[in-house]
């Protein structure tokens, strides 16, 4: 335990000083407190698109973050020869791969929520510019960046599954993009082939199709934004059930990484 | 001293080229200022949670687009907007996120106006109103088209009922029966536009709103006079102009969409212009 605590905390550090990471969450947090100017482009809903930018900004900046640390993880380490060494001291396999998806996972989650922090100034001061007849409900807001962090954990696991098959950026990092666009577009899919047009294809191409939405992680599942943009209620059974399915993909995934890692032969 | 000379020269080429380019970029087609916009649906699938924003963004390109180009026609330049294209790009900025009410709102001040194109913004507006629940104003907007420019009396009394329902206001029940009775149907839009002024925070779409006010306005005038004129001479002036020589105006109003005024065979005033900006 203490082992994986001291590898959490090395993964955690490694990423507080890449400056790189710094410069793109320094863009973000400057575009957020951007966000009362941009919003003053809306004719009849100014807070509403402060909302939708702040949003819009956290979930790609959330992205990045987990498309780069998860692609860059696992590889690296072996490239470097540093898992080489850290397996000599009493770290098992499983540990290392948790410990490294934790100090991931530990940074996006913080971002997230100090992103949120940020947020809220921002959006009371663009709302009270040109008050909007809808109120800000900030439980959605917030229920809406807690899906976003939970979605991109899973981007992250994805990532560092393709990471631990991988010996260089390339595969880890673009797989992950194909999985993830894929896994936005999966629903939308999924319901046209359910539909009339489903009907006009081949049985076996819609059970394909039906077989592959079953398979991918559903991103689009993860997005609460347009309740937080305009107020709508949630469905609390709706709420849990996404959770579940969340906490699970990001359980397999890393069950599945461990596997790999665990039988693949280090230099 | 060389490099000094190099960096001079490039410096030179690119002021050369800049400016033209530039010009080039302000005044090339409609259709490349707006931009190719993929279908709504395929869209959807492409961007994943960043649609709404992504709406937002198409609405705001027409906006720009359409104020820009009310600027270049208030100096009488004569340039004909990309009306469908606009469409397009806001119909397809619904099917990415229904629930903006730009979409709605600047489809109803431009192209029921402008393009006649009624029956597709009601459709448009209807859409909204099966995700905005409790937004008065699409079935406002919805019954006003239908009084006004569909003689559709029994929709929009529906509508505008159902806009007295969400907002509470009792007003709306009776707004459309009550202004085709007791003002006449330019009064009835002259009521609308003036709601929409003055509710509208955007500088452009609030000057599209008092133009078309402006035209209404003079229309109005006109056809008072005409009357009048009817009236003490028992006849119909032969043009506007008659109305002038026999002293019942000073003079007749300008168009402010940059046409002129006449009088159609069946005595009613129109312009040239046909109140929309156009070639």
């Avoid at chain 1, 793109?24 to 004719?43: A, D, H, R």
């Avoid at chain 1, 992103?115 to 439980?139: G, K, N, R, T």
């Avoid at chain 1, 098959?165 to 666009?181: D, E, H, K, Q, R």
């Avoid at chain 2, 104003?137 to 505008?160: C, I, K, R, T, W």
Wanted: aromatic share 14%.
């Amino acid at each position: 335990m203490r082992l994986f605590l001291a590898l959490t905390s090395v993964t955690l550090r490694g990423i507080l000083r890449d400056r790189m990471l710094r410069a793109i969450l320094g863009t973000v947090l400057l575009l957020i407190l951007l966000v009362p100017v941009f919003s003053m482009f809306s004719m009849r809903q100014v807070q509403e698109l402060a909302i939708t930018i702040t949003l819009s900004a956290i979930s790609f900046f959330l992205l990045v973050m987990s498309l780069l640390l998860g692609s860059s993880s696992v590889w690296r380490d072996i490239e470097r020869r540093y898992t080489s060494s850290i397996l000599t001291l009493p770290v098992s396999r499983r540990a290392y791969i948790l410990g490294k998806f934790s100090g991931i996972a530990i940074f996006i989650v913080c971002c997230g929520l100090f992103l949120f922090l940020v947020s809220v100034p921002v959006i009371m001061f663009a709302a009270s510019s040109y008050p909007s007849d809808v109120p800000v409900h900030w439980l959605n807001i917030a229920l809406a960046i807690g899906a976003d962090i939970l979605k991109y954990l899973l981007v992250a696991a994805l990532a560092l599954l393709f990471s631990t098959i991988s010996t260089s950026f390339f595969l880890p990092f673009f797989a992950t993009i194909a999985v993830y666009l894929a896994g936005s577009a999966s629903q939308e899919v999924f319901e046209y082939v359910s539909g009339q047009f489903g009907t006009e294809l081949q049985p076996a191409s819609v059970a394909v199709i039906k077989g592959v939405y079953y398979i991918l992680p559903n991103f689009s599942a993860f997005n609460l934004k347009v309740p937080a943009i305009y107020g709508l209620s949630h469905s609390p059974g709706g709420l849990a059930l996404t959770t579940l399915y969340g906490v699970i993909y990001v359980v397999i995934l890393l069950v599945l990484a461990i596997k790999i890692f665990s039988r693949r032969q280090l230099p | 001293m060389k490099s000094k000379v190099i960096i001079l020269g490039l410096i030179f080429c690119y002021v050369l080229v800049v400016v033209p380019f530039s010009s080039y970029l302000k005044n090339r087609p409609v259709m490349l200022k707006l931009g190719y916009v993929p279908a709504g649906k395929v869209l959807r699938a492409i961007v994943g949670d960043q649609r709404y924003l992504t709406a937002e963004i198409y609405i705001v390109r027409v906006l720009f687009y359409f104020g820009e180009l009310f600027g270049i026609n208030r100096e009488r330049v004569a340039v004909t907007p990309e009306y469908f294209n606009m469409y397009r790009t806001l119909e397809n900025a619904v099917l990415l996120d229904p629930y903006n009410t730009d979409a709605y709102y600047f489809s109803q001040a431009a192209f029921t106006w402008e393009l006649g194109r009624v029956r597709e913004v009601n459709s448009m507006l209807k859409h909204g109103m099966k995700y905005r629940t409790w937004d008065y104003q699409l079935p406002f907007f919805v019954g006003f088209n239908s009084a006004f420019f569909l003689n559709d009396y029994q929709a929009a009394a529906e509508y505008m009922k159902r806009a007295a329902e969400l907002s509470g206001n009792p007003l709306f029940t009776n707004l459309a029966a009550r202004y085709f009775y007791e003002a006449g149907k330019t009064d009835f839009g002259i009521a609308f536009l003036e709601t929409m002024a003055k509710s509208a925070h955007d500088r452009k779409l609030k000057r599209i709103y008092e133009v078309r006010i402006e035209a209404l306005r003079a229309e109005r005038f006109l056809a008072g006079a005409v009357d009048r004129f009817e009236k003490e001479r028992g006849r119909m002036p032969e043009s506007l102009r008659e109305l002038v020589t026999s002293n019942l105006i000073e003079k007749i109003p300008l168009d402010p969409y940059g046409g002129r005024f006449y009088l159609d065979r069946s005595g009613k005033v129109r312009s040239t212009s046909k109140f929309a900006f156009r070639e």
